[in-house]
């Protein structure tokens, strides 16, 4: 739960940015684009900032919730990045949501801290893991908007609203192919140096199995994709199914251990 000895900076910064996260998710319609933008923004560099602190500012922690803190916080820079080329990307309130949840929940949740006498390759290990979280679930993001585009499509909407839905679809493909490659990489680190980077060897935990469950469903989707032209709604839950393992993984084991077991993993 919440560390007593938490300081007033990382509880100042934390509320600051999950604030900062909210005003565009709960006022979206009130938000014009400038201003929106801007809270954003804002939001983001206190996020940037709670993260720094979190990991330089005293003994690092881990756990499930500083997990989708920083996954959030990816998520919200792929968003700032893409927004440079494609202006009418529109999910800022969904993203501020996003960011505003994680924000709140990591300063709840710290998770455990990091041993001083774990691998040197630790970090490099976690920032595998944490990057392929961040490009799935970008991914994610991008799926829900082309399914809210396809919906407006049959519906009739104004079809020059918003990014092209063949345009939204290759984006959603490009980040599920990098977070499979990231995922990849991060499984073969766990198998080959697991004994190195956790002190144990690698065996078939609940963590283990749902990535392995998770890359196997992305493997499927990609190779799909390529053979088959896989798209639309049924890329969309294998996509959806694969983030949701994926999830289950880490945040998911160590949300059990952390909170409903109450003890480190």
Same mark, same amino acid.
């Given at each position: 739960?919440?560390?007593?000895?938490?300081? /007033?900076?990382? $509880?100042?910064?934390?509320?600051?940015?999950?604030?900062?996260?909210?005003? /565009?998710?709960?006022?979206?319609?009130?938000?014009?684009? *400038?201003?929106?933008?801007?809270?954003?923004?804002?939001?983001?560099?206190?996020?940037?900032? #709670? @993260?720094?602190?979190?990991?330089?500012?005293?003994?690092?922690?881990?756990? !499930?919730?500083?997990?989708?803190? &920083?996954?959030?916080? @990816? #998520?919200?820079?792929?968003?700032?990045?893409?927004?440079? &080329? !494609?202006?009418?990307?529109?999910?800022?309130?969904?993203?501020?949501? @996003?960011?505003?949840?994680?924000?709140?929940?990591?300063?709840?949740?710290?998770?455990? /801290?990091?041993?001083?006498?774990?691998?040197?390759?630790?970090?490099?290990?976690?920032?595998?893991?944490?990057?392929?979280?961040?490009?799935? +679930?970008?991914?994610?993001?991008?799926?829900?908007?082309?399914?809210?585009?396809? %919906? *407006?499509?049959?519906?009739?909407?104004? /079809?020059?609203?918003?990014?092209?839905?063949?345009?939204?679809?290759?984006?959603?493909? =490009?980040?599920?192919?990098?977070?499979?490659?990231?995922?990849?990489?991060?499984?073969?680190?766990?198998?080959?140096?697991?004994?190195?980077?956790?002190?144990?060897? $690698?065996?078939?935990?609940? *963590?283990?199995? !749902?990535?392995?469950?998770?890359?196997?469903?992305?493997?499927?989707?990609?190779?799909? %994709?390529?053979? !088959?032209? $896989? =798209?639309?709604?049924?890329?969309? =839950?294998?996509?959806?199914?694969? +983030?949701?393992?994926?999830?289950?993984?880490?945040?998911?084991?160590?949300?059990?251990?952390?909170?409903?077991?109450? =003890?480190?993993?």
């Amino acid at each position: 739960m919440i560390l007593p000895s938490a300081s /007033p900076v990382s $509880w100042l910064l934390a509320l600051s940015a999950a604030m900062a996260y909210a005003a /565009p998710a709960v006022a979206a319609a009130r938000f014009g684009g *400038k201003t929106g933008r801007t809270a954003l923004w804002v939001a983001w560099g206190l996020h940037a900032a #709670v @993260l720094a602190y979190s990991l330089l500012g005293g003994a690092p922690h881990f756990g !499930f919730a500083p997990a989708l803190s &920083m996954t959030a916080w @990816l #998520v919200l820079t792929v968003y700032a990045v893409e927004r440079q &080329m !494609f202006p009418e990307l529109q999910a800022r309130w969904l993203l501020g949501a @996003l960011g505003s949840v994680a924000v709140v929940l990591a300063l709840l949740f710290p998770g455990q /801290p990091l041993h001083v006498n774990a691998s040197a390759w630790l970090p490099l290990h976690l920032a595998l893991g944490i990057a392929s979280y961040g490009l799935f +679930a970008a991914a994610v993001v991008h799926a829900w908007l082309m399914t809210r585009a396809e %919906r *407006k499509i049959r519906q009739a909407a104004d /079809p020059h609203s918003g990014i092209p839905l063949l345009t939204l679809e290759r984006l959603t493909f =490009r980040f599920v192919m990098a977070g499979f490659v990231l995922l990849t990489a991060t499984l073969v680190a766990g198998w080959l140096f697991g004994e190195t980077l956790y002190g144990r060897a $690698w065996n078939w935990e609940h *963590k283990t199995v !749902f990535s392995v469950l998770s890359w196997i469903t992305f493997a499927v989707l990609l190779i799909g %994709r390529a053979r !088959f032209g $896989w =798209r639309g709604r049924s890329a969309v =839950r294998v996509l959806y199914a694969g +983030a949701g393992l994926l999830l289950l993984a880490y945040v998911g084991s160590r949300f059990v251990l952390e909170v409903v077991l109450g =003890r480190a993993a």
